[in-house]
């Protein structure tokens, strides 16, 4: 079983929705969070990151993490088709310079 | 910004030939890292180094190898291409040092090479 799992998609939705993109971690040391967008053929960026639990906004996305379930959770507000691409989550122990990363949600959104 | 480059976006080789990736850095950071991408099985590690001249094994560091003589660039290495070596090759760094916002483990990506090997 990976540290971080992430369900791979494809979750296809319409402009305007309301995205929800979520993992799961097993390791209870992870304190860092951080969610990477990856277009097609292109390398991951970082969109955001978090410590700990609780909530983190930047305009349209939202990062939550949630300890006690061991859950980490990325929402998108007012979808556009520039949204759609693969995202990534990953996790870190903090005091190690490799973070472990999920395989990634495949978001599609259409016009 | 940080900026990390590699040397093709696209590359053909044959079986057996020896191939080089090469990636550089311009923030200064100490730590490099080596991933493939491949579809399903998401990033896996294949060497990092926190130093110069210093490197460690990933994960899958079998027919791999990798240099790092300067502290901004970070070779990997393929000995004897094969065609299960087909994949996207991620580049990334990040500090061990500073600032701990954003966290020290962030890592930032070049924009990848993917190698065909016939």
């Known amino acids: 079983q990976k540290e971080v799992e992430q369900d791979p998609g494809p979750l296809s939705v319409p402009e305007g929705a309301i995205v929800s993109l979520n993992c799961t971690y097993s390791n209870s040391a992870f304190q860092y969070f951080m969610w990477y967008r990856q277009y097609s053929r292109k390398g991951p960026e970082l969109l955001m990151y978090?410590?700990?639990?609780g909530n983190k906004e930047d305009g349209r996305f939202t990062a939550q993490v949630d300890k006690s379930s061991k859950y980490i959770s990325l929402f998108i507000r007012d979808s556009q088709p520039s949204d759609s691409a693969t995202y990534l989550c990953?996790?870190?122990?903090?005091?190690?310079?490799?973070?472990?990363f999920g395989r990634g949600t495949s978001l599609i959104v259409h016009p | 910004d940080v900026k990390v480059t590699q040397s093709s976006r696209y590359l053909v080789k044959r079986t057996g030939e020896k191939v080089f990736l090469e990636c550089v850095q311009d923030?200064?950071?100490?730590?490099m890292f080596w991933y493939r991408q491949d579809p399903g099985l998401g990033l896996r590690l294949i060497y990092f180094s926190y130093d110069v001249k210093m490197k460690e094994k990933g994960d899958i560091p079998e027919g791999y190898s990798v240099s790092r003589e300067k502290k901004e660039r970070f070779s990997l290495i393929l000995e004897s291409a094969s065609t299960n070596q087909t994949s996207m090759y991620l580049c990334?760094?990040?500090?061990?040092?500073?600032?701990?916002?954003?966290?020290?483990?962030?890592?930032?990506f070049g924009p990848g090479t993917r190698l065909l090997v016939l």
């Open positions: 923030m200064d950071h100490e730590n």
């Open positions: 990953a996790a870190s122990r903090g005091g190690s310079y490799i973070p472990t």
């Open positions: 978090t410590y700990s639990s």
């Open positions: 990334a760094s990040s500090q061990r040092g500073g600032t701990s916002d954003p966290p020290r483990e962030t890592q930032y």
